[in-house]
C-alpha cells in the first residue's frame, strides 16, 4: 500500500465517524428526550476528540508529504490537496486553543439563549468578548500559515480561495445599489395580502403537502426523510440526508419555503460523486456552494412565477384551509418584500444588506479594528443607512439576534450572499441553455434542470476550486451583475 | 493518578462509543431509509473496531495487574472486576476468529431471512454450518481460559456464573412437569374469545394507550421515547432509552403487552445506579436479569387480574373500537394459554417448552455432541415430546424461526425461561413484603412495587454477582418453585 493509499484509508475511517456525528447530532435536534442531552453531549464530544487525535497524528502530515512525490492521476491529486487542507485546518492550532475557544464559545451560546430574551447587551458582551480574543488568536495563527489577513484566514475556512479583498469589491458595490433598489421594490408592490389570516393549517396536512414538493423536486427518499426541529436544517450523510423544518398553523409558507430550501441542500449532498467514498474530495465544494444550491431551489426556482404556478394547486389539494387561495395572492405573499430587523425573515432584496452590515463588522473586529464594545453602534449606523431601520437599543432584534458569533463562526455570514450570487449566475445560465425554461417549470418538467445541476455541480463534490467550478459551470467566474437582474427583472419587470 | 483511575476513564471513554453505536443502532430499526443501510453498517462497523482496540490494547492488561494491587474500597473491587471481565471476554479471541464469525454470522441472517420464508433447510444449513462451526471454536477458547465446557463458556457472555449443570437440573425438572400442566391448563379454560374479530384500532389511538399506560408504570419520558420498529426492543442509553413495538389495526393486545415488556427493560436502565458514570460496574447485571425485570412488568404485573382491572377502563377510554370490551374478556384474552409452533407468539406456560428444546440442541450442538444436519430432528421429536406438536419438513416454523442461531449466538435462550424464573421469585417476595399488593395494584398504586425493584435490582446495577444479588433481594438463590407455582395459581388456582 502506498502512503496516498494509506490516506485514503484515514480519511475513509474519519468519514465513518463524521457519519455517526451526523446522525447522532441529527437525532439530538429532532428526537431525543430533554433528559438525554448531557450525556449525548459527551459522547459527541468524544468522537471529535478522537476524530482529531487521528487526523492530526504525525503519520498524517508525513503520508502527505510522502504522497506527494508519488504518481497521481488528477482525481488522486485534487483529493490530496483536499486532504492537505483537512490536515492542515486542524493541525494548526494547538489544542489548548480549540478546547479554550469550544468552552468560551458553549458559554456564550448557552448564556445568549436567555440573554437575547432579556435584551441583555451588558451581558452578552461580557461573554462574547473572550470568544472574539480567542476568535482572534485563531485568526493571527491561521493567518500566519496562509499568508493572509486573519480575517481571511478564517473566511477561508468556510469558503476556501475567498478574500475580504474581493468581498470588499462584490459587496462594496452591491450595497451601492441595494437601497435604492429596495425602496423602488416598497414603492412598486401591491399592500400585502391578508389572505391567511385566522386561518388553521394543520400539520399532518403541511407535511404531506412538504412531501409531495419534495418529490416533485426529486428528493430521494430511499435515501433520506423530513422531520421537525426547532431550526431547519440539512443534516444527515450523502446516502441518508435528513433535512427538518418547523411548521406553524397560522401559517404554511414558510415552512413549505424553508422545506424546498433544505430541499437544494439536500439534492447536493444526494448526489455527491460516489467514486470516491469517504474521501474529502467527495464532499461538497464550499459552503456558499452549498447555500447557492438552496438559494437556487428556493428562490432561483422556488419562488418564480412559474414554479408557483405548478405549486398552486398541490397547495389548493393539500390544505383544506388555501382552497380559495388564488395564484396571484400567492405570488404576492411569496414575492412580498419588506425591510425589517430579522435575518432569517428577511426577503431575498433586503437579505444581503443584512449580510453586509455583519460582514463589515466581523471583518474590523477579527482585524482588531473595531471592538466588540463598538457592536452595537455600528450596527445601528448600518441598519440606518442600508435598510433605513433603526435598532438603538433594541440588542434582542439587533446585534444579538444571531448564533453564529456566539460559537465564534466569523467568515461564515458572507457565504449567504455569495451563495445568492452564484444562485442567480447558475439560473441565468440555465435560461440561456434551455429553451422555454419557463413553461418546462410551470408542467413540473424539472428533470432538465435537476440534470444540468448534476452535471456542473452535484458530481464535481470538492474536485475543483470554487472558481473553476463556476467557470465551468456558466463560462466565467463569480459575476455579480446576473444577482442583481435576477432581483429588478423578478421585482421591477413586467 | 493511579492504575485504577485510567481504567476508568478509558471505560468512560467506550462508554461514549457505546452511546453513539446504540443511537445509531436504534435509528437504524426506527429511522432511516432502506438506501442508508449500507453506509450505516460500515460506520457502526468502525466504531465497533475502534471500541475493541481501545478496549483490548496492551496497556488495559497492565492497568489491570497494577490496579489490582491497589487499595479500592469495595464498589472499586466490583467495577475493577466487572473491567477484567469485559476485557478478558474481548480479549481472549483473535482478531481473525472475530471477523470470521462476524463475516458468517451476517452472511447467514441476511439469506436466513428469504430462506425461512422459502422454507429451505438445504439452503440455511448451508449457511449455518460454518457459523456453528466458529462458534465452536470460539466456545473452545472461551472454555480453556475459564476451565468449564464449551457451550458454558458461551453462556457466560449472556449469564455470568451459570452452568450448564445448573441448567440441567433447573430445565430437566421444568420440562417433566410442564407439558402436563399445559395439557391441563388448555382442558380447564374456557373457549377463546372472539371480541376482536372484524374491529379496527387506528394506530394512532393505540400509540396514545401504550404512551398512558408506560406513563402509569412510571417510564420517564424525560429520558425516553417510544417508537416503531419491525421487531420490538430496548435500545438507546440509560439516560435516553428508546423502546419500540409494532402495531397491528386488527388487533391491540400484542402491541401493548409488548409495550408493557419493553417498559420493564426500560425501567430498569433508566434506573440503573448514576454515580459511576461510563462503568461496566453500572450496567444491567445479566441478559436473565434483564429478562426478568420485563417479564416482571409483563407477566407477573402486567397479566394479572389486579392490573388488568386497572388497564380496562384506560383500554375502553382510548380505543373507541374496544368500548364493549368487558373485563372478563380481556382477562381471558390475556391469559389464553395455546401451545403453538412459534416462541415468540407463546403465552408464559408453553413459553419455557421453547427454551428447553434450544437449549438442549445447542448445548450438544456447541459441545460437539450433535450436527447441524441433525437440528430438524431433534427439532420435531422435542416439539412432540414437549408442545404435542410436529413441526417435520416445516422449517420455517420449527427450526428456522429464530434469528439467534444465524448470527452465533448460542447461549442466549436459556436467559429466557432464567428470567422468567427470576421474575416469579422477585414477585412472590413483593407478595410476601406488600401486604394487599393486589388491591394497590387495581389501585394503580405501583410506586411501592417500582421503589422495592429499584432499592433490590435497578439500582445495584453490576455491583453483586447474579445469586447474591436474587439472594439479597429475595432471601435465596433462585428457586423455580416459584415460577411453577405462579404457573399453577394464575392458571389453575382459584
Not at 437575547?116 to 458582551?125: H, S, V
Not at 425589517?340 to 452590515?357: Q, T
Amino acid at each position: 500500500m502506498n502512503a496516498y493509499q494509506a490516506l485514503t484509508e484515514r480519511f475513509q475511517r474519519l468519514a465513518r465517524l463524521d457519519h455517526l456525528s451526523a446522525i447522532a447530532g441529527w437525532d439530538m435536534q429532532t428526537m431525543m428526550p430533554s433528559g438525554g442531552s448531557d450525556a449525548r453531549g459527551e459522547a459527541l464530544a468524544e468522537l471529535s476528540v478522537m476524530h482529531h487525535e487521528i487526523l492530526v497524528q504525525s503519520s498524517t502530515a508525513e503520508l502527505i508529504a510522502l504522497a506527494q512525490q508519488e504518481t497521481l492521476n488528477s482525481d488522486q491529486q485534487a483529493n490530496l490537496n483536499e486532504i492537505s487542507r483537512h490536515y492542515a485546518d486542524a493541525a494548526l492550532l494547538p489544542t489548548e486553543l480549540v478546547e479554550a475557544k469550544a468552552l468560551a464559545g458553549s458559554r456564550c451560546e448557552q448564556a445568549w439563549r436567555q440573554q437575547r430574551i432579556e435584551n441583555d447587551w451588558q451581558g452578552f458582551q461580557r461573554n462574547l468578548t473572550p470568544v472574539v480574543e480567542l476568535s482572534r488568536q485563531e485568526a493571527q495563527l491561521r493567518a500566519k500559515a496562509l499568508g493572509c489577513s486573519p480575517y481571511d484566514a478564517l473566511l477561508n475556512l468556510y469558503e476556501p480561495g475567498m478574500t475580504s479583498q474581493r468581498l470588499d469589491t462584490l459587496f462594496g458595490e452591491l450595497i451601492q445599489w441595494l437601497p435604492e433598489l429596495l425602496q423602488q421594490i416598497v414603492a412598486k408592490q401591491p399592500a400585502s395580502s391578508t389572505v391567511q389570516t385566522h386561518r388553521v393549517f394543520p400539520l399532518s396536512q403541511q407535511k404531506a403537502l412538504a412531501e409531495s414538493v419534495m418529490q416533485l423536486l426529486d428528493f430521494d427518499f430511499t435515501h433520506g426523510r423530513l422531520d421537525v426541529s426547532a431550526h431547519p436544517f440539512c443534516g444527515g450523510v450523502p446516502t441518508d440526508v435528513r433535512i427538518t423544518t418547523r411548521y406553524n398553523t397560522d401559517e404554511f409558507l414558510s415552512a413549505l419555503m424553508g422545506v424546498i430550501h433544505e430541499t437544494g441542500h439536500a439534492r447536493y449532498e444526494q448526489n455527491l460523486p460516489k467514486q470516491w467514498p469517504g474521501q474529502p474530495i467527495a464532499l461538497a465544494r464550499s459552503t456558499a456552494i452549498h447555500e447557492s444550491q438552496s438559494l437556487f431551489l428556493e428562490m432561483q426556482l422556488g419562488r418564480s412565477k412559474a414554479f408557483l404556478q405548478r405549486l398552486h394547486p398541490l397547495i389548493c389539494q393539500h390544505l383544506t384551509a388555501a382552497t380559495d387561495l388564488s395564484l396571484n395572492d400567492l405570488v404576492q405573499q411569496v414575492q412580498h418584500v419588506s425591510p425589517g430587523f430579522i435575518r432569517v425573515d428577511a426577503d431575498e432584496v433586503s437579505y444581503p444588506a443584512h449580510i453586509v452590515l455583519r460582514y463589515e463588522i466581523e471583518r474590523s473586529l477579527i482585524n482588531g479594528e473595531v471592538e466588540v464594545s463598538d457592536i452595537p453602534e455600528l450596527w445601528d449606523e448600518k441598519m440606518q443607512r442600508y435598510l433605513g431601520l433603526s435598532t438603538a437599543g433594541n440588542y434582542r432584534n439587533g446585534c444579538m439576534q444571531d448564533i453564529h458569533w456566539t460559537d465564534g463562526s466569523f467568515g461564515y455570514f458572507p457565504t449567504y450572499t455569495l451563495g445568492a450570487m452564484y444562485a442567480a449566475q447558475l439560473f441565468n445560465t440555465l435560461q440561456q441553455q434551455l429553451p422555454n425554461l419557463d413553461e418546462a417549470i410551470t408542467l413540473g418538467n424539472l428533470a432538465p434542470i435537476f440534470a444540468w445541476l448534476k452535471e456542473n455541480i452535484w458530481s464535481k463534490g470538492s474536485r475543483f476550486p470554487v472558481d473553476s467550478l463556476i467557470q465551468q459551470a456558466t463560462g466565467e467566474t463569480l459575476n455579480p451583475k446576473w444577482f442583481k437582474q435576477h432581483l429588478e427583472r423578478r421585482y421591477l419587470g413586467d
